[in-house]
């Protein structure tokens, strides 16, 4: 498990460091702005949205390494999928950082390699860093513009 952590780590430290998708996209069709603040986190995620279907996927912001790094492996996992897929994941993801730390956490292997944020579960006050992307994109895809928290 140790190795695994490890592992863990450094995915998250390196999307941390050299964000993905951090641009403005001229064309969405969908964004919203997301505020976490317990940690400081503040983004802005933006979707191009084609029948249904999620083409682009970007970030803007400041915030903590997590936070980054999820927006980061959020909007790279985004590309491609539905919106039905993209909540469909989102849920996924939400149980598994919400799992108990003392359980494991049911169909963690469907996440890829969002999994890595299931060791966020060790620090509560992180899975709200995690979680903020995700809060973010589904405020986005409803289209309500106000701004998403995590409380
Ligand atoms: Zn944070």
Same mark, same amino acid.
């Given at each position: 498990?140790?190795? /695994? ?16 998708? $951090?641009?403005? *996209? ?5 964004? !919203?702005? %997301? ?7 503040? #983004? ?14 970007? $970030?803007?912001?400041?915030?903590? !390494? ?6 980061? +492996? +959020?909007?790279? !996992? /985004?590309?491609?999928?539905?919106? =039905?897929?993209? *909540?469909? #994941?989102?849920? #996924?993801?939400?149980? !598994?950082?919400?799992? @108990?730390?003392?359980?494991?956490? =049911? ?6 390699? /969002?999994?890595? $944020?299931?060791?966020?579960?060790? $620090? ?8 903020? @992307? ?8 409803? %289209?309500?513009?106000? @701004?998403?928290?995590?409380?």
């Amino acid at each position: 498990m140790s190795d /695994l952590r490890e592992l863990y780590q450094e995915v998250i430290l390196d999307h941390s460091k050299k964000p993905r998708n $951090f641009r403005e *996209m001229a064309d969405a069709t969908h964004h !919203a702005d %997301g505020h976490n603040r317990l940690c400081g986190d503040k #983004l802005h995620v933006s979707l191009k949205v084609q029948d249904g279907k999620i083409v682009d996927a970007a $970030f803007k912001g400041s915030g903590c !390494a997590i936070s980054t790094a999820s927006a980061s +492996m +959020m909007t790279d !996992a /985004l590309r491609g999928k539905s919106v =039905e897929e993209a *909540m469909a #994941l989102f849920k #996924l993801f939400h149980t !598994a950082l919400t799992t @108990p730390a003392t359980e494991e956490p =049911e169909h963690v292997d469907d996440l890829g390699k /969002l999994a890595v $944020f299931a060791g966020v579960r060790e $620090f509560p006050v992180r899975v709200k860093c995690a979680t903020l @992307p995700w809060h973010t994109m589904e405020l986005a895809v409803k %289209g309500e513009h106000k @701004p998403a928290t995590t409380e």
